[in-house]
């Protein structure tokens, strides 16, 4: 299984097109990295679609565990709330991902009206930095409120607490502003690092980057 993140404001940090991969990986492990930059969502849009051709098909969306595919994380559902709890999209929306913050509080921007919060891509939080954020898919954002650094873990789909591994994961960054800084890092069921790689700067607009493995390794 793969996976996509079709929406993510990790922003004002940064990029450059390098790779690392870690001398701990496993015997025979190869690794694809896919990155685009751009000021509009049709700039990065053909890597996006590249990336998730590599994962493989089909999207299987909320199905049950599936051994091929992929899936995608979609901020932009109308149901996602505000306040999106960390497991969200593997307990409400099961796509097998949990998410950890330092302090554990994300937010989606532009909740559904029958939230009552009034936010135009974070104008709640910070109105000069909304100002600037770019949404690939609109109208909805994602970040971590208080840190800057986001874990990912998988989880079978649907089975809160079973780990899984994946071949990969890909996210699109906004307003990555410096180069060399903003980066990705993969880690196996052991915590060894198998890459990391940094993405593509573009200030006020759009970066994407992701990593595919020829086998599924990835733990977090």
Do not use: C
Not at 44 to 57: D, V
Not at 100 to 110: P, Q
Not at 179 to 186: I, V
Request: glycine letters at 10%; a positive charge; charged letters at 25%.
């Amino acid at each position: 299984m793969g996976f996509l993140a079709r929406l993510s404001a990790v922003t004002a940090m940064a990029a450059a097109a390098v790779a690392v991969v870690s001398a701990h990986r496993p015997s025979g492990l190869r690794a694809r990295v896919v990155r685009a930059r751009g000021s509009a969502a049709g700039d990065i849009r053909p890597a996006f679609e590249k990336f998730g051709r590599l994962l493989n098909e089909p999207d299987n969306g909320s199905g049950p565990p599936a051994r091929d595919g992929r899936r995608s994380i979609n901020w932009d559902a109308d149901g996602v709330p505000f306040k999106m709890p960390g497991d969200f999209f593997n307990t409400v929306v099961p796509r097998g991902a949990v998410f950890d913050a330092k302090r554990g509080e994300f937010r989606v921007s532009n909740p559904p009206p029958v939230q009552h919060i009034v936010d135009n891509r974070f104008t709640s939080l910070n109105k000069k930095l909304a100002l600037q954020l770019l949404p690939f898919s609109a109208p909805r954002l994602f970040t971590p409120l208080k840190n800057n650094v986001l874990k990912v873990r998988f989880e079978v789909p649907g089975k809160r607490g079973v780990k899984a591994t994946t071949t990969g994961f890909g996210a699109v960054l906004l307003d990555v502003d410096r180069e060399r800084l903003t980066s990705l890092e993969y880690f196996d069921v052991h915590g060894r690092r198998l890459a990391k790689v940094f993405a593509p700067a573009k200030r006020g607009g759009l970066s994407f980057l992701g990593v595919v493995f020829n086998k599924p390794v990835v733990s977090k």
